[in-house]
Nanobody
Framework: QVQLVESGGGLVQAGGSLTLSCAAS????????MGWYRQAPGKQRELVAI???????TYADSVKGRFTITGDNAKNTVYLQMNSLKPEDTAVYYC???????????WGQGTQVTVSS
């Protein structure tokens, strides 16, 4: 069982920055993908950013140019650097991991990000 522990959420003013961290209980090099989803009140969970083994990344159109996802294999941690935050970025952010060999998806407990206008 893989455990994902998020940190770094909080309250920030519009235009500000936050960095989310997701620490995995196993070597992230053994995972095929890690990333972040978010869910705002009354809305479906949506993809924010994913980093695949090998380093390829993908982003939601709404965050391109503002958010950056990176991974640190030595710390088994994935980061989401969020700049130029907007009130519409307010949501619970969930860390995500996918392991193809076991066909398993893992989720963190979520961390709240609130952007005030």
């Amino acid at each position: 069982q893989v455990q994902l522990v998020e940190s770094g959420g909080g309250l920030v003013q519009a235009g500000g920055s936050l960095t989310l961290s997701c620490a995995a209980s196993i070597r992230i090099s053994s995972l095929n993908a890690m990333g972040w989803y978010r869910q705002a009140p009354g809305k479906q969970r949506e993809l924010v950013a994913i980093i695949f083994s090998g380093g390829r990344t993908t982003y939601a159109d709404s965050v391109k140019g503002r958010f950056t996802i990176t991974g640190d294999n030595a710390k088994n941690t994935v980061y989401l650097q969020m700049n130029s935050l907007k009130p519409e970025d307010t949501a619970v952010y969930y860390c995500y991991a996918r392991q193809y060999i076991t066909s398993t998806t893992y989720w963190g407990q979520g961390t709240q990000v609130t952007v005030s206008s």
